[in-house]
């Protein structure tokens, strides 16, 4: 903060500042910090994460409309797997469970965002039929999400163990 209070228009302080808030789960001044850096650069890349933040500070239509936007961006590969991962978030944090399925079961079958976006896909969709009671098929899309995940960067090993 005293970085961003020094350097103000420097992009790389109020992206390091906006990453630290993000990580320390303070999403109002990450929020904040990814909107001036959007406003700066234009970059659009940042609007998944704007949404998500949205949603982590209660503002689920904010946060809709943010990724309307989103969709409507040249965004890369990671980026646009992440509008898809924080819509469905959001969708269920509105109680619709069933489109939040709706739209990841979509990308996983039309082979959308590559390996990693396939594994995370799958783990997300898993964690929803968990948390809706279906464990055994949580635990078959999680062995799915495994054979994606060639580096073990979600710890669905772990997660299946949980669930197990």
């Not at 109680?95 to 990693?116: C, P, S």
């Not at 969709?125 to 098929?137: C, D, P």
């Amino acid at each position: 903060m005293v970085a961003r209070r020094l350097a103000s228009r420097l992009p790389i302080v109020r992206e390091v500042a906006a990453e630290t808030a993000y990580l320390a789960e303070d999403f109002e001044t990450a929020l904040t910090e990814y909107r001036a850096l959007h406003r700066m650069g234009g970059n659009d890349d940042f609007l998944p994460v704007i949404a998500d933040c949205e949603r982590a500070v209660g503002k689920p239509q904010a946060a809709l409309r943010t990724l309307r936007q989103a969709r409507e961006a040249h965004l890369s590969l990671p980026q646009q797997v992440e509008v898809i991962l924080v819509e469905a978030g959001i969708r269920d944090d509105l109680g619709q469970r069933h489109e939040a399925l709706r739209l990841l079961k979509d990308a996983i079958t039309g082979g959308r965002g590559g390996q990693d976006g396939q594994a995370r896909f799958r783990y997300a969709y898993a964690n929803l039929l968990a948390s809706a009671g279906q464990v055994s098929a949580a635990r078959e899309w999680l062995v799915s999400a495994r054979n994606f995940d060639v580096e073990d960067s979600l710890g669905i090993p772990e997660r299946i163990a949980e669930l197990d």
